[in-house]
């Protein structure tokens, strides 16, 4: 759908994806979870190739797994960070994307606190983008990892009852995230304070409760992050107020429930420490799994067919 398929071969979002977009993704991430159990955990997919992860807002899992995936595939990887790069001099992410682009890279990776950035970096660049967290808009890859690991886990995810719980007005992750899991079929509930829930959010397909009741009634449990850092004013009185309500711990966490988190988590505030360490959390499953599923994204964009695909030899992830 989209831009996925269409001339420019970008993943900006997750409408971006039909179900089969997403199917063909996962399965391609599967195959290279073979490659990530061998001692060297190296293909020549991408050899001769360039990726460019360009990171404008702090990041340890995404970047490095987007790191670790170009890495795997044998891409050339130029990692620009804007603190110590000339976007502390000012310069402007145009200028610094239309320089970047003068080294002929396959992918831009683009991580930004500015919603729709990503999109804008599309049109300065012939290369492929990909959005790897734009404000609090979008952070697609993120939720094709939650996909992953959640398939993993359970086999099929139609029918699926996932409650996504905390701050979801700041959350790029939770936006993704439902668009997703709502197209492979999941039943999604997102669930804070009404000050933390965007209104209108039901448009996407979910449902919205502003009680923990009926947490029960969910298979999975996705917890977020407070993100104090996008906060400007006041949306809950206070972090121990806003925990003892919305906090998930050992009491309202059934048995059977399975719990995710992106990362990073905020101990004691949105999750007790007992419940992060159990075996009903996926959440280092997750931080795993987006090594693969990165590699699958960078696969079906650069060598998957296409524009993107030029040079491509390998199709077919092979030994290196
Ligand atoms: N790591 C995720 C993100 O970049 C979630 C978070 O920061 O809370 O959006």
Redo the contacts with the bound molecule.
């Keep these: 759908m989209m831009a996925w398929a269409a001339e420019g071969r970008h993943l900006l979002s997750i409408d971006d994806l039909g179900r089969e977009d997403i199917q063909r993704l996962l399965t391609r991430a599967e195959s290279f979870a073979e490659v990530s159990g061998r001692e060297i955990k190296k293909v020549p997919t991408l050899r001769g190739r360039t990726v460019i992860n360009l990171f404008y807002e702090s990041?340890t899992?995404?970047s490095a797994s987007f790191e670790l995936a170009a890495k795997r595939l044998s891409a050339d990887l130029l990692n620009i960070k804007s603190v110590g790069s000339s976007v502390d001099k000012g310069e402007s992410l145009k200028d610094t994307v239309q320089t970047l682009s003068a080294y002929d890279p396959a992918a831009i990776v683009i991580r930004s606190p500015n919603a729709g950035a990503a999109q804008m970096v599309s049109r300065w660049t012939t290369a492929s983008v990909i959005n790897a967290?734009d404000g609090k808009h979008e952070?697609p890859t993120?939720a094709l990892t939650d996909l992953y690991t959640l398939r993993r886990r359970v086999g099929s995810l139609e029918g699926l009852k996932l409650w996504i719980v905390g701050d979801v007005l700041h959350?790029?992750?939770a936006r993704s995230g439902i668009l997703a899991f709502v197209r492979m079929g999941c039943e999604v509930t997102v669930c804070g304070p009404p000050t933390l829930i965007p209104r209108g959010i039901e448009a996407l397909g979910c449902a919205v409760r502003h009680t923990l009741d009926e947490l029960a009634d969910a298979d999975v449990v996705y917890s977020?992050?407070m993100?104090l850092e996008r906060m400007q004013g006041t949306y809950v009185p206070s972090l121990r107020e806003y925990a003892a309500l919305y906090q998930i711990d050992s009491r309202r966490l059934t048995p059977t429930q399975l719990l995710m988190h992106?990362?990073?988590v905020n101990r004691g505030v949105e999750l007790d420490a007992r419940v992060i360490d159990s075996p009903q959390a996926l959440i280092v499953d997750q931080v795993e799994s987006g090594v693969v599923v990165r590699m699958a994204v960078l696969f079906e964009l650069l060598a998957g067919g296409g524009r993107g695909a030029r040079n491509a030899t390998e199709q077919e992830p092979q030994p290196a």
Excluded: D, E, I
């Design positions: 990041s899992r995404t967290g952070h993120q959350s790029r992750v977020l992050r993100q992106p990362g990073p």
